[in-house]
């Protein structure tokens, strides 16, 4: 990346940051500010491709401000188009939405350049598995790509009961339960199992999911903050006798942040004020404890000390969907009566294997899960030693490198992109703008080479930007 230490004007690169920075930041807030008012006021607004008839809102007539009948008027919309010709003014390359042209894992092939990918959360390399991909080809042969219809209905096949079964067995639980998207199995979960007489209190770092199901619940929501257990038995001492069934949320493995919570902590909470505690394993499977059984085994729980495991089937079990393990009660209780389950199609059949088959695997390869630590922790300390804030991170597979605001992540990004390097710059809103990063994702695929050159250039890149 060259460094501009100064333009033309004599401005350093870093006050130019600055100033472009508070001026985005000045425009999304009177922008916001106008929207709330809803008057839109035409100044403010942005040129948009509504030059395009087809695309064009109809002249108001009866006072109706645009931005409630017109989609390229409404204000998420207007904030999005603000970022993009922001981003267009800086002439920096739009991070989203790369097409990658083949496995997506350690490596990956962008516009036809191998670079080291950091983007994906294929934390044990299943996704490129051999075996995993031929399990899928095979029940593909002899179930279909589709099972047409809701489980309950004409939509189970013998391979969703062997994966629950397996999921079971890993949790020490009675039974567990497959939901066609993660983001949906807390959304469908949440929303069905509490109502507005409950309370749920989740950490201050949960993921969206939790919040939308929160949300289709109707119960009372209180955020505590990151990992505050104490915080969470204050708060249960005051109200727990306000509500009926309280639920707190937990994650086993902080996306954003790549820290993980005392769970046990919680599961003496949980007991001491007689509530449900629930932990969404998305990250921590395949990367926590010996086995890559996830935070249970790292802290040597019992499957029954906490109520709702959930976990994701996209990350380290290479298919799409996510799933519950718990009690016989709660899982015939989704499986009856949880709309996401009950009116979704069941899972497809090349899904549920391949998921099935990296259960299978990460017990033939446990070498994969020491490579995978062993990698996060040569990451985490490099990247401490060049002087990187990597926050919360304990170098367990998530390890941001914080940048604290959004263009210096999105130039960092972009910068280690041009060196053959993919990551993704996160801001605002994803995190707060003070705390913007670039987050990377380890995988046992990564070399050492790899990570040392990795280093290397985000230190260059650092100093140049
Ligand atoms: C903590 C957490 N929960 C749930 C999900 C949703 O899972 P999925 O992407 O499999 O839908 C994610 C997705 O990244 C996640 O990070």
Redesign the pocket.
Known sequence: MPSDASNSFGISAQLKNKLIQKSLQRRLKSQTQNLSDHGMHASHRLPSHDHDPAWRSPAPSIGIPAAYYSFSEMPAYQQLRIMHESGMRLKLANPFFKVHEGLGSGETVINGRTLINFAC?DYLGMSADHCVQTAAKSAIDRYGTSVSASRIVAGERPVHRELEGALAAIYDTEDAIVFV??????VSVIGHLFGPRDLILHDEFI?N??LMGIKLSGAQRLPFSHNDWQEVDQVLQRQRQQFERVLIVI?GLY?MDGDIPDLPRFVDIKRKHCTFLMV?E??SFGVLGEEGHGIRTHYGLNGSDIDIW?G????TLAG???YIAGSTALVEHLKFLAPGFLYSVGMAPPLAAASLAALQRMKEVPERIVRLKKNSRSFLERAKAIGVNTGLSEGLAVIPVITGNTLQAVRLSDALYQQGINVQPIFYPAVPEASARLRFFMSCLHTQAQIDFTIQTLKSAMQAI
């Open positions: 959360y998207s993660g983001h949906a199995t807390n993921h999911s939790v994650e996306s969404d998305a990250h959930m994701s089937l996209s990350k799409c969907g996510g």
